[in-house]
């Protein structure tokens, strides 16, 4: 009797116990949680067409800008997550703007078009949609009227008050990093090598100026000659697109073949050595390294890639997103309000 009122006492302790730490698993903050597809739906119910016009009257007289467009996401997303501190400009408050650091500087682009969806945004909904949230439906439209994936972006994002321009310097994946280097910065926002894969399968179009690879064609690792995987033909075609004493501003396809549609004929390039970037190549060329696999899988079946990157898309969009009544809704995606 004893022992089965004490087992009893034990049996009850563990379920309270269960109960409690199920209740504690609910309550812990997910900063993610909050964000979902239908934010807008009463406020602001035609945001995803308001910005797909945009995008596409963009994209008639810029082939390039979607590309441009999904690579301002990416860079807002890994500097103190997806709060559109990118777009702010060094003015009052914000003394060192993100658009000034290393990986921005003479490269980002498309600050126009945001601006241009922004006063669409606000002459139907004024007050309502975060420059954030801009940046995440901008990058699903550019994607999904290039030929790539649609997919329903998460949205109820809020815009910084701030800016972190030694944060954009150093959490930005660099061209001229290793695999190793690449695949650590990836997983400080929460994102696994899948994602790094499948997120760098949107070099699939856009360009790279010279000055992003040509070490590759001339003095590869200070060896005075090239990169000793690029394909040889590739190498000809790049070295008169970069001379070895051009500006550094010449432009490349990032995908040599197809420069503007979103295919999957960026992870076949991998496998025929034409890259652009050191930091494209090595997700194939690093011996044993598990992107192969991954670039391989993609490479054969652009479904599987399609499904990989709207996933993975879904995942970089979630990251630390200021929700409820952190920071604010821009009306200018370039200042904070009320200067
Ligand atoms: C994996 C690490 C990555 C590195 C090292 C990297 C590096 C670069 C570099 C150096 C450029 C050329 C910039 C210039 O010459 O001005 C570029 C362009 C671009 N990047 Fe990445 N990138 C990475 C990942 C990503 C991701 C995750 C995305 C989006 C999901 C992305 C989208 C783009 C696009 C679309 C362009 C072309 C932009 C344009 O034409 O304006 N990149 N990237
Ligand atoms: C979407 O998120 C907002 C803010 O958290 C919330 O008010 C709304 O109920 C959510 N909608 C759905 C369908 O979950
Ligand atoms: C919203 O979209 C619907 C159809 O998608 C359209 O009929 C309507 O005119 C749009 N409204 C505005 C204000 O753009
Ligand atoms: C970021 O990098 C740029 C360019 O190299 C440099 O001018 C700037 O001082 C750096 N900013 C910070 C805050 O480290
Ligand atoms: C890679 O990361 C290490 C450790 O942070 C750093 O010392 C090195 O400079 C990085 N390599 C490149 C090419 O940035
Ligand atoms: C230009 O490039 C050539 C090699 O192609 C090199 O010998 C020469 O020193 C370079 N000149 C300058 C001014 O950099
Ligand atoms: C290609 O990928 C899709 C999506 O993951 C999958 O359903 C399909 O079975 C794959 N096709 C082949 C031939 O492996
Ligand atoms: C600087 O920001 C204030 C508001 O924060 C704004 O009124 C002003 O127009 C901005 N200046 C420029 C040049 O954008």
Redesign the pocket.
Known sequence: MSSSSSSSTTRSLALATTYVVVLLLLHVPNSNAQLNSTFYSTTCPNVTSIVRSAVQQALQSDSRIGASLIRLHFHDCFVNGCDASILLDKNGTIQ?SEK???PN?NSARGFDVVDNIKTALENSCPGVVSCADLLALAAEASVSLSGGPSWNALLGRRDSLTAN??G???SIPSPFEGLANITSKFSAVGLNTNDLVALSGAHTFGRAQCRTFSNRLYNFNGTGNPDPTLNSSYLTTLQQTCPQNGSGTALANLDLNTPDAFDNNYFTNLQNNEGLLQSDQELFSTAGAATVSIVNSFSSNQSAFFASFAQSMINMGNISPLVGTSGEIRLDCKNVNGG
């Open positions: 060192q000034d650091a290393a500087t321009q030694a954009a310097n150093t």
